[in-house]
Every structure is written in structure tokens, then in C-alpha cells.
């Protein structure tokens, strides 16, 4: 079956601008996860959803940062005003009911570019 | 410093060696320990799970954790120009719905045919 899908792969934009990145998970998967991969870096996490709610949004850097999840499907990772320090991999990550670390599947990413 | 420590690398090796990667952390509640494996621009995929301390095989891979040390490693034995990637360790505290993982910087590793 189809895997977790990102878009865009790719997404170029200028300081202070808005960008929303997009998250399709594995179908039936309740939890959702963003993760953030700076170059040379480890995965950093920013939110978990279980359905529609973030039980967690310890990860989010600032208050520029929100993330939605609608239908218990779907979820957009927001990022206003956004800075150089901004750039990164955003990945995402799906996995059924239960949560098991073994059956946590990630998305290829949005490579994200501040000028 | 880090929670968990990875060399980066890169490091590299000729086809048919034995790799050995390695991570270190701090965190002694870490439970539940993990490899994955990441190619040029996709996401990571899990390679093997581990739980507690002990040896785990699967094929060409063994994962060892040695909670006593708080050092886990990778071998790949046979590597192949295949195995080019960067390896990322990671680690949780439990395995319920929404535990995270903390992971360490990844090694990319390069076989060289």
C-alpha cells in the first residue's frame, strides 16, 4: 500500500514569509508525528497527534510553529514569519493505533529553504 | 551535551567489510533502542528493534545494546556498495502511543566496490 506522503519535496521561500507543509499518513494510522532534520543533525521532535489532538507540542521551537491534523487523517505543519534558522528537513511519520516504536513509518520530507 | 552521541563520519569502507557503528547516551530510562537507515533524501526506515540489553540478529545485521555502558552498536558484516547511507540510532523510554524518540546525529556510512 501506499506509504506516508509529503508535500511539497521541495519548498524555497524568503524570510517572513508563511509556508505550510503538508502530511497524507498511512491510511488507518491514528498517530502522527513531525520530526525536523537539520543538516549534520539528529531528528528533533516537534508534535504528536493521536486523531485529531496533540496531546504533546513540547517539541514546537516557538510560537511560529502550529500544526493541525483534520478528519484523523491528514496534517499541515505551519510555519509563520519564517527565518534562515528555519531550514531543514521536515519529515513526517505515521503509525497505527498503539503507538509501537517498530511500526513508526516516515514520509521522504519537505526539504525547506529560508533565503 | 547531546542525550545521545554518534560519530558522523563519513566513514568508508571496501566492499565486504565489517562495519561497526555506535552510539552513546546519557539517559539511563531509555528502554527501547533502534536503527535506522536513511538514503539520500527519503525518509529513515527502521533496520532493527531492540529491547533492553542483548544481542539481536537479522541476516547481515546485529544490533547490541549494553544498557550497563549506555553504548549501542550496528555491525554489518558483507557490507555492500547497498549499504551506502547515513545510519541514524535512536532510543525511547517506553513504547507507548506518542513516546519520542530521541535520536542521535547519524553516521554516513559509504561502501566502496
Known amino acids: 500500500g501506499a506509504g506516508v506522503s509529503q508535500s511539497p519535496s521541495n519548498k524555497v521561500t524568503e524570510k517572513g514569509k508563511d509556508v505550510e507543509l503538508r502530511c497524507d499518513p498511512i491510511s488507518g494510522h491514528t498517530a502522527l508525528y513531525w520530526y525536523r532534520q537539520s543538516l549534520g543533525q539528529g531528528l528533533e521532535f516537534l508534535i504528536y497527534?493521536?486523531?485529531?489532538?496533540?496531546?504533546?507540542k513540547s517539541g514546537l521551537p516557538s510560537d511560529r510553529f502550529s500544526a493541525e491534523r483534520t478528519g484523523g487523517s491528514v496534517s499541515t505543519l505551519t510555519i509563520q514569519r519564517t527565518q534562515q534558522e528555519d531550514s531543514a528537513v521536515y519529515l513526517c511519520a505515521s503509525s497505527p493505533a498503539g503507538g509501537r516504536v517498530e511500526k513508526l513509518f516516515f514520509g521522504s520530507g519537505t526539504q525547506l529553504s529560508v533565503l | 551535551q547531546k542525550e545521545v552521541e554518534q560519530d558522523p563520519g563519513p566513514l568508508s569502507v571496501p566492499e565486504g567489510a565489517i562495519v561497526s557503528l555506535n552510539c552513546t547516551y546519557s539517559?539511563?530510562?531509555?528502554?527501547?533502542f533502534m536503527w535506522y537507515r536513511q538514503y539520500s533524501r527519503k525518509g529513515p526506515e527502521l533496520l532493527m528493534y531492540t529491547y533492553s540489553s542483548g544481542n539481536k540478529e537479522d541476516g547481515r545485521f546485529t544490533a547490541q545494546v549494553d544498557k550497563s555502558s549506555k553504548y549501542i552498536s550496528l555491525f554489518i558484516r558483507d557490507s555492500q556498495p547497498s549499504d551506502s547511507a547515513t545510519y541514524l540510532c535512536?532510543?525511547?523510554?517506553?513504547?507507548?502511543?506518542?513516546?519520542?524518540?530521541?535520536f542521535g546525529g547519524g553516521t554516513r556510512l559509504m561502501v566502496k566496490p
Open positions: 497527534f493521536q486523531g485529531n489532538s496533540a496531546p504533546d
Open positions: 535512536a532510543m525511547s523510554l517506553n513504547n507507548n502511543a506518542g513516546n519520542m524518540l530521541t
Open positions: 539517559n539511563s530510562a531509555f528502554q527501547y
